[in-house]
């Protein structure tokens, strides 16, 4: 159980196009999605908090325009990186947890990641 | 500010050998403290999770201890297999916060 999706797994893009990417909890709702960005050799850093139905909070220095995060539903939120450039290039992680009653230590379950290349 | 920083920051050990990493974490006040395994160009599994009362906790090869007194975690890999290769990352989480708090990782190589 709780397994977490994302889709795609990896992308290649021409700068100033977007990009969306789907993260999806398969066997349990997710009241709170988390967006990770990461860079070679470090960890992860966190971009946003999104909860079902209300609008993302950002981190500090996270532009939302440029990433706009949507959570239409209990198992799907998505990340598109709008006008991308080559510093967007990054490995993106998104993580769900699960609601209440589901697990003790209030856990996050992360995605696989998805592998943006910006050219 | 809570941190969490890792040592060493790599290692190569060779196969069948055991090692240590070390967590240390000023995270207040603690809830738990998780060590995940990141494969390279994956997400991070979660290898084991432990609360404030919770000293030791094994999984397969894998065992982390946990001292609350002196904030310090480690995680001993047993008996080492190639695909024990791979970054290991400490995560601590506080009471009052949902957001975790992140180690840099210690990258974990085994070799033959």
């Known amino acids: 159980g709780a397994v977490v999706s994302q889709h795609p797994s990896w992308v290649i893009c021409k700068s100033g196009t977007s990009v969306k990417i789907e993260c999806r909890s398969l066997?349990?709702?997710?009241?709170?999605m988390f967006w990770y960005r990461q860079f070679p050799k470090q960890s992860l850093m966190l971009m946003a908090t999104?909860?079902?139905?209300?609008?993302?909070?950002?981190e500090q220095g996270v532009e939302k325009d440029k990433f706009l995060i949507n959570h239409a539903s209990l198992t799907l939120s998505t990340l598109t990186v709008t006008s991308a450039h080559p510093e967007d290039s990054s490995f993106y992680i998104c993580?769900?947890?699960?609601?209440?009653?589901?697990?003790?230590?209030?856990?996050?379950?992360f995605g696989p990641g998805t592998r943006l290349t910006v050219l | 500010k809570n941190q969490v920083e890792q040592s060493p920051q790599s290692l190569i050990i060779l196969e069948g050998k055991n090692c240590t990493l070390q967590?240390?974490?000023?995270?207040?006040?603690?809830?738990?403290l998780r060590w995940y395994k990141q494969d390279t160009g994956r997400g991070p599994v979660s290898l084991t999770i432990?609360?404030?009362?919770?000293n030791t906790k094994s999984n397969g090869r894998y065992t982390a201890t946990l001292d609350a007194d002196t904030k310090q975690s480690s995680l001993h890999i047993t008996a080492s297999q190639l695909s024990d290769s791979a970054s290991y990352i400490c995560?601590?989480?506080?009471?009052?916060?949902?957001?975790?708090?992140f180690g840099a990782g210690t990258t974990v190589t085994v070799r033959a």
């Open positions: 999104s909860n079902e139905g209300s609008k993302a909070t950002y």
């Open positions: 066997d349990f709702q997710a009241t709170t």
């Open positions: 995560v601590v989480s506080s009471q009052y916060d949902y957001k975790l708090s």
């Open positions: 967590c240390n974490y000023t995270v207040s006040p603690f809830s738990n």
């Open positions: 432990m609360t404030f009362s919770e």
């Open positions: 993580s769900a947890r699960a609601r209440s009653g589901t697990s003790s230590y209030n856990e996050q379950f």
